[in-house]
């Protein structure tokens, strides 16, 4: 496999559930991100992870709870979330210096009901 | 704080009909400015970075170019599979420990046949 892995392409839950993102990068890179998408809204970053350390948190909420265990994988584990946190959720991954533009997966599709 | 303002909203043009989005930025301390192309449903697909004033990218019928305060996105002759969401992005310098990109809202083009 190449580039940026995302699983599950859709989910849906309920309020009530846990579940987990996960993210797969082949790229040998050293930093990756999670996004969120939402309708009419630019793309809003959640967590920066370089490293393996989380060096960016941009206010997300705590029912989203990020796990990097190591420079390929990223995890999003998600509990008690709210409908309007429907949207496509990202990762993409980067090196940290040099040429440092993000690549992408296709997304989680995810709808809370 | 970093931003990406891009227009116009939407776009739609005939097979052919040469045209350009604009992308206008705030950065203190560019590191790189990206392009991307989103499908729907689908993750930005990485088109282009520019580092500085005055550089210039070609890629089949694409070319973007860069100012101090701007970036445009030059489409010649358009065909129906450009038809996309395209996307612009900032990046700061890696020692202002801000090491995400801040995207803009996007142009949704429409070519048609």
């Known amino acids: 496999e190449t580039g940026v892995t995302q699983t599950p392409r859709h989910l849906v839950m309920g309020m009530t559930n846990k579940k987990s993102l996960k993210c797969e990068q082949h790229?040998?890179?050293?930093?990756m991100y999670w996004y969120k998408q939402s309708a009419k809204k630019p793309l809003e970053l959640m967590f920066v992870?370089?490293?393996?350390?989380?060096?960016e948190n941009n206010s997300v909420p705590s029912r989203f709870s990020p796990e990097c265990p190591n420079s390929s994988h990223l995890f999003l584990h998600l509990h008690t979330l709210q409908p309007e946190d429907s949207a496509l959720y990202l990762c993409a991954s980067s090196q940290l210096h040099g040429a440092t533009e993000a690549f992408f997966g296709q997304g989680t599709r995810l709808t809370v009901v | 704080e970093d931003q990406v303002t891009q227009s116009p909203e939407a776009l739609r043009l005939q097979e052919g009909e040469s045209s350009s989005l604009n992308c206008s930025y705030t950065v203190s301390g560019l590191r790189g400015l990206f392009w991307y192309r989103q499908d729907p449903g689908k993750g930005p697909e990485f088109l282009f970075t520019?580092?500085?004033a005055g550089e210039e990218k070609e890629k089949e019928r694409l070319k973007a170019t860069l100012t101090k305060k701007e970036s445009f996105l030059h489409i010649t002759a358009p065909k129906p599979e450009d038809s996309a969401t395209y996307l612009c992005a900032v990046q700061a310098k890696w020692d202002t420990g801000r090491r995400a990109l801040t995207f803009g809202s996007g142009t949704r083009l429409q070519v048609q046949p």
């Open positions: 520019l580092y500085s």
């Open positions: 790229l040998g890179h050293n930093a």
């Open positions: 992870y370089s490293l393996e350390e989380r060096v």
